[in-house]
C-alpha cells in the first residue's frame, strides 16, 4: 500500500501570532526579529512583507530598505512555544503518532486513517479548520508518498492552502519542478547550480550525483536525490508501544552547549513522562543529530533496564554525546528510547523508589495545574533557583566542545 504522508506548516507562524494578538497589525507590511535593532533578523513576515521582496534571514536592515513602512515587531518566544504545544495536541487528536520537524511543522503518516475522512483533501481540510477554530491560525497542508514531496506541495500551495500529490505524478510533479522549491536550497546555492545550467530537478538526473558531490559535497547526494524525489530521512521513527521518542530542531543552528544540554534534558523529560504513563521501561537509547549542512548521525546504544526517569535517560545520552564527535553546528536534536517493555514495579533499588515518588508527584502536579508547572531546575533559562524550584541539578563544564563532565549535586 502506497504511504500517504502530510506536511503541516504554519502560514507566517510568529508573525501571524504577533497579527493575532494585535489586530493593528492584521494587513500591512510586518515582520518578527530577533530584537529591535537594524542589525538583527527577520526571522518571519507577513504575506504583504513578502510581496516587497522580504524573507526569512534577511537583515532588518535590509527589509527597511526594500520596505519603509515595515513593522517590526520583537519575537515573543514563549508565546510561539506555546501556541506550537497547543497545534501539536491539536494534530494528535487525529493521531498520536507525529513527528515535529520544527515549530511551525509538523509531519503525519495518514496512510492508515485518510480513508475514514472520505477523500485526502477532507482530512487535509479537517486539520486545518480544527487549527483555525482553536488557534485563529491558518496552515497549509502538503499531501505525498514521502516527506519530501508532502513538504514541497505545502509550499506551493501557500498560505492557507492544500496540495495533494498522488504517487503517480510524482515523477512528472518532480521534472518540471524548479530546483529552488527543493528545502534546504537556498539563494546561495541556487545561484551556483543555476550556473552550472540546473533549473530544474529534471537536470540532476542530466548530471548525475558524482558531480554534484564534486561540487557541493555532501550537499550534493542531497540535492541529487531531493531532486529525484527520494524521501527526507525521518527525524526519528517511532513505533507506537516500541519506542517513545521526541526531536527538537532549533530556530537556528547551534554550537551553544547550554542550549544543547537544556534542550537534550528537556527531551529526555518528555519522552520519560511518556513512559511512565505507559508504565515503560526500555533496553535501547536512540541519539539523533542533524547537522547545519544536513548531515546526521543516529546512534544507538543498547543498555538493559531503562527507567522511565529523565536524569537518567539524559546521563545515557550524555554516554553516546561522550562516544562521539561534534565539531559543526547542530541544526536538530532527537532521543528515543526503544525496545520498550512493561513493568508495573517501582525501581528495584530502595533509593530510586523515592525518585519515583518524586517523578509521580511532578506528573500530578504537571497533569492538574498544566504542562511545565513543574520542572527540574537544569530546564530553568536564568540562574537556578536552587530553594525555589530545583529537586536536583548538574553542573556542566564543556571540554573542547566534546565531552560533558557531569558533577552531580543533590539538594
Ligand atoms: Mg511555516
Redesign the pocket.
Known amino acids: 500500500m502506497e504511504k500517504v504522508i502530510f506536511h503541516i506548516?504554519?502560514?507566517?507562524?510568529f508573525t501571524s501570532i504577533e497579527q493575532l494578538t494585535n489586530p493593528f497589525l492584521k494587513g500591512k507590511p510586518v515582520a518578527v526579529s530577533g530584537g529591535p535593532s537594524t542589525k538583527s533578523v527577520i526571522a518571519s513576515c507577513s504575506y504583504i512583507a513578502k510581496n516587497y521582496g522580504i524573507k526569512s534571514g534577511m537583515s532588518t536592515y535590509q527589509a527597511l530598505s526594500l520596505c519603509p513602512q515595515l513593522i517590526i515587531v520583537s519575537g515573543n518566544p514563549e508565546k510561539y512555544i506555546e501556541t506550537s504545544k497547543k497545534i501539536f495536541e491539536i494534530i494528535r487528536s487525529f493521531k498520536e503518532e507525529i513527528e515535529i520537524y520544527?515549530i511551525?511543522?509538523v509531519f503525519i503518516d495518514v496512510t492508515d486513517i485518510y480513508e475514514i475522512y472520505g477523500k485526502k483533501e477532507n482530512l487535509a481540510r479537517e486539520i486545518k479548520d480544527r487549527i483555525k477554530k482553536i488557534t485563529g491560525l491558518t496552515?497549509s497542508v502538503g499531501g505525498g508518498p514521502n516527506r519530501l514531496i508532502a513538504k514541497i506541495a505545502s509550499s506551493l500551495s501557500k498560505p492557507d492552502g492544500i496540495k495533494i500529490i498522488e504517487a503517480e505524478y510524482v515523477e512528472s510533479f518532480m521534472n518540471n519542478l524548479p530546483i529552488e522549491e527543493i528545502p534546504g536550497i537556498g539563494e546561495r546555492i541556487y545561484k551556483k547550480l543555476s550556473d552550472i545550467g540546473i533549473e530544474k530537478c529534471s537536470d540532476v538526473k542530466k548530471v548525475g550525483q558524482d558531480f554534484l558531490t564534486k561540487i557541493f559535497g555532501k550537499l550534493g547526494m542531497k540535492i541529487y536525490n531531493y531532486g529525484c524525489g527520494i524521501e527526507i530521512p525521518p527525524l526519528y521513527i517511532e513505533y507506537p508501544e516500541i519506542s517513545i521518542g521526541h526531536s527538537y530542531t532549533f530556530p537556528s543552528e547551534t554550537d551553544n552547549f547550554e542550549i544543547i544540554e537544556k534542550t537534550l534534558f528537556n527531551l529526555c523529560e518528555k519522552v520519560a513522562e511518556r513512559m511512565r504513563k505507559k508504565k515503560k521501561y526500555g533496553n535501547f537509547v536512540l541519539l539523533f543529530l542533524r547537522f547545519e549542512d544536513f548531515s546526521s548521525i543516529v546512534k544507538r546504544k543498547k543498555f538493559n533496564n531503562i527507567p522511565p526517569d529523565g536524569k537518567i535517560i539524559f546521563n545515557l545520552c550524555i554516554e553516546i554525546i561522550n562516544s562521539i564527535i561534534i565539531d559543526k553546528k547542530i541544526r536538530t536534536i532527537g532521543i528515543s528510547v526503544g525496545g520498550l517493555f512493561y513493568s508495573s514495579y517501582p525501581y528495584i533499588f530502595n533509593e530510586l523508589i523515592k525518585r519515583e515518588l518524586l517523578l509521580d508527584t511532578m506528573d500530578r502536579i504537571n497533569e492538574k495545574f498544566g504542562e511545565n508547572t513543574i520542572f527540574p531546575a537544569i530546564l530553568l533559562n536564568k540562574q537556578i533557583n536552587r530553594k525555589t524550584h530545583s529537586f536536583y541539578f548538574w553542573l556542566f563544564k564543556n571540554q573542547k566542545n566534546k565531552n560533558f563532565d557531569i558533577k552531580k549535586t543533590s539538594l
Open positions: 506548516d504554519m502560514d507566517a507562524y520544527s511551525d511543522e496552515c
